[in-house]
Nanobody
Framework: VQLQASGGGLVQDGGSLRLSCAAS????????MAWFRQAPGKEREFVAA????????YYADSVKGRFIISRDNAKNTMYLQMNSPKPEDTALYYC?????????????????WGQGTQVTVSS
């Protein structure tokens, strides 16, 4: 399984940005995908996750109400719509795939990781 993240860039405080993560290779319908992020000098943290089959979603409190995670089954692509981003959302964003099917915030559950895409929010 390969994951390709894209869509990062510079966005102003209060603007919007959409990240994408395309999955390729052998996957089943029973998996979950997630976004994590890591800011300089900080540990990696969970952002949001989605169960591919059910569409159930799970968000970190810090982004709940501002970010929306979604998926396109036909394209095997996951999205993160970032609305009203704040400077503290600046980080390298990673997408990840779990074969368990559960939308979880536990990084150890995700077997496959994509390269990061940088998001910078200016104030």
């Amino acid at each position: 399984v390969q994951l390709q993240a894209s869509g990062g860039g510079l966005v102003q405080d209060g603007g919007s940005l959409r990240l994408s993560c395309a999955a390729s290779g052998r996957t089943s319908s029973s998996y979950a995908m997630a976004w994590f992020r890591q800011a300089p000098g900080k540990e990696r943290e969970f952002v949001a996750a989605i169960s591919w089959r059910s569409g159930n979603t799970y968000y970190a409190d810090s982004v709940k109400g501002r970010f929306i995670i979604s998926r396109d089954n036909a394209k095997n692509t996951m999205y993160l719509q970032m609305n009203s981003p704040k400077p503290e959302d600046t980080a390298l964003y990673y997408c990840a795939l779990s074969l368990t099917g559960w939308a979880t915030d536990e990084a150890s559950r995700y077997r496959y990781w994509g390269q990061g895409t940088q998001v910078t929010v200016s104030s």
